[in-house]
């Protein structure tokens, strides 16, 4: 990466990876007397994390959960920060599918066959071993319909199912402990965001990055803020930490002039429904989350507070278009789904009292080579502008992703700074 010593650092996106980034780099004695300023299209920070209020309780809309064996950057942002987390406990799944019991055996037996299938997709490697409707059946049995996607191969299904809480339990994960912050992801983006204020961050909302232009030698970044006044940005660091596809958006050329990786993103939804009466608590399924068949695929029921469903791809669209047709005809159509998921009359189900959903047209964007040696960050073939990205790492996906992504550019920029071998001590990370 080439730096343009200008004391100035433009960061485009205030999710979670720009925020680590502009603070990383902030607290570096390198980038002392800079100007950090942070550009963001909406109203608000945090991006894919958004936690509501609802009826007293918290619940995240985006990221929800994290992993203390597998996001341990995020674990310790939460331990600096003091929040309070408490257990994620969807690793207990209630098997309603009778080859969910043969699951484990079924992966395990498979998983040294995957790297004489590194062409083909995850559907193709276990129809070819297992009979079309077998194969049909295990990813029924998953809960997640990414993994019926094309561009889904062995390797990166096997990831998926390993390091998801709902399906840890099929592999040699099942220990994995998994937890949320009692009052939402939203609550870390605040701390975060409370300390870049404090380092003297600028924040600059509904202002859009619109063009990546070339004007003359080198690129600038064209903002627009919320009257449409425009503003280029040419001189300093210009860092944009948005997902590939808003990339795809801002340049034609993405990602081939960037890289040599591909990407792809999946949809996802969330449907929160909270009654007068736990009426799970009599199933036994307090706690518990249950994978359907139908497009309800995973149906979480936390403590005695509300249930949730949770959704991707081709069941994102789904409700995505389900909800389109109204609200009465979205609520009559989760009812019954749900009760022919739990093989229920549907009079058992009460009408919720209140509920909230979301939809994420790329809920999740990950590289499709899903390679541990994809750098964090790319650059232009002139090396003036940065794109980082969680979809760049081996989190792909997570906000552990996204943190990596963000603190590890900012460090690979401070030790190319010319004053970096002298403050290099003094440096403090997050
Ligand atoms: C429903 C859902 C569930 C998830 N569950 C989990 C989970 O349980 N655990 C987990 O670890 N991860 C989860 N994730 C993934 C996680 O949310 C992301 O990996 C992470 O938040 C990505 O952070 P980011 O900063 O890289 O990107 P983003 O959060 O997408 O931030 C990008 C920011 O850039 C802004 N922006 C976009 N375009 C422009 C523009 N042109 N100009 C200016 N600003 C712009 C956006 O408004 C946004 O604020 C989930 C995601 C979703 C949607």
């Known amino acids: 990466m080439m730096l343009n010593l200008e004391h100035s650092v433009s960061i485009v996106g205030a999710g979670i990876s720009g925020i680590v980034c502009a603070i990383t780099l902030a607290r570096s004695r390198a980038l002392e007397g800079y100007a950090i300023d942070v550009y963001e299209q909406s109203p608000r920070v945090g991006g894919r994390i958004q936690t509501n209020l609802l009826s007293n309780h ?12 597998l996001h341990g950057n ?4 939460v331990k ?14 209630r098997f309603t599918q009778p080859i969910q019991k043969e699951l484990k055996t079924i992966l395990s037996n498979l998983k040294p066959l995957i790297d004489e299938h590194k062409e083909d997709s995850f559907v193709e490697f276990v129809t070819s071993y297992l009979g079309k409707e077998k194969a049909k059946a295990v990813i029924l049995a998953l809960g997640y319909d990414s993994l019926s996607m094309p561009i889904i191969s062995p390797h990166i299904a096997y990831d998926i199912i390993e390091k998801h809480p709902e399906t ?14 009692k009052e939402g992801l939203a609550s870390l983006i605040k701390a975060l965001y409370e300390e870049a204020l404090k380092l003297g961050i600028k924040f600059h909302f509904e202002s859009t990055l619109v063009q990546i232009s070339n004007r003359g030698n080198a690129h600038s970044l064209v903002i627009a803020d919320n009257q449409n006044q425009q503003k280029e940005i ?5 860092i944009i930490t948005l997902p590939p596809s808003r990339m795809e958006k801002l340049d034609k050329q993405f990602p081939k002039r960037w890289s040599n990786y591909n990407y792809g993103s999946s949809p996802l939804f969330k449907g929160f429904f909270f009654y007068s009466e736990p009426w799970w608590r009599e199933l036994g399924l307090t706690d518990h989350v249950v994978i359907t068949q139908n497009p309800i695929r995973k149906l979480y ?14 069941n994102a669209l789904y409700w995505r278009d389900v909800l389109s047709l109204g609200e009465d005809h979205y609520l009559t159509t989760v009812k019954k789904l749900i009760a022919e998921a739990l093989n229920l009359p549907q009079d058992v189900i009460p009408n919720p009292e209140l509920h909230k959903n979301k939809f994420w047209l790329h809920g999740v964007e990950f590289s499709k080579e899903c390679c541990p040696k994809h750098p964090f960050y790319q650059t232009l073939s002139d090396d003036s502008v940065i794109s980082l990205s969680d979809a760049y790492t081996h989190h792909c996906g997570w906000i552990e992703g996204g943190i990596l992504a963000g603190k590890f550019t900012a460090e690979s920029i401070i030790s190319q700074l010319p004053t970096h071998r002298e403050t290099v001590k003094e440096v403090v990370y997050l």
């Open 301 to 314: 029921f936390k403590d005695e507070k509300y249930a949730f469903f949770y959704t991707d791809s081709d």
């Open 234 to 238: 040419s001189k300093g660091l210009k």
């Open 80 to 93: 600096r920060f003091e929040l309070e987390f408490e257990p994620f406990p969807f690793t207990q799944l």
């Open 58 to 69: 918290y619940i995240d809309l985006g990221a929800a959960r994290f992993c203390s064996q």
């Open 168 to 181: 840890q339990c099929f592999t040699e994960n099942c220990g994995n402990e998994w937890f949320s912050l």
């Open 74 to 77: 995020v674990y310790d942002l």
